[in-house]
Nanobody, 123 residues
Framework: QVQLAEFGGGLVQPGGSLRLSCAASGSIFSIYDMGWYRQAPGKQRELVAT???????NYADSVKGRFTISRENAKNTVNLQMNILKPEDTAVYYC?????????????????WGQGTQVTVSS
């Protein structure tokens, strides 16, 4: 399978910035889509931002203009630069990746999630 390791997160004041990073590991053939979702207490998990291996991005309306997603396809990593953070951005952020990997030499699909990293925006 493919594992995702997340880095970053923490406590920041409103208006501040944070950067999240995620690295995929395993017998990866290609990652078609990679990005971030978040889940606040009592709410459903929601899309934050994703990027295809061709560079097409998809952002939640609530983060457009404040968050920027980037990928390094050769390193199987994705980053999320979060600026002008608001208290409503407080949530657990999860890395997500969809693609193909080699399982016993056979190409198979994968859909993996990271363990989550807490982002808290508070004064």
């Amino acid at each position: 399978q493919v594992q995702l390791a997340e880095f970053g997160g923490g406590l920041v004041q409103p208006g501040g910035s944070l950067r999240l990073s995620c690295a995929a590991s395993g017998s990866i053939f290609s990652i078609y889509d990679m990005g971030w979702y978040r889940q606040a207490p009592g709410k459903q998990r929601e899309l934050v931002a994703t990027m295809t291996n061709g560079g097409r991005t998809n952002y939640a309306d609530s983060v457009k203009g404040r968050f920027t997603i980037s990928r390094e396809n050769a390193k199987n990593t994705v980053n999320l630069q979060m600026n002008i953070l608001k208290p409503e951005d407080t949530a657990v952020y999860y890395c997500n990746a969809v693609g193909g990997y080699y399982s016993d030499g056979i190409l198979a699909d994968f859909h993996s999630w990271g363990q989550g990293t807490q982002v808290t925006v508070s004064s």
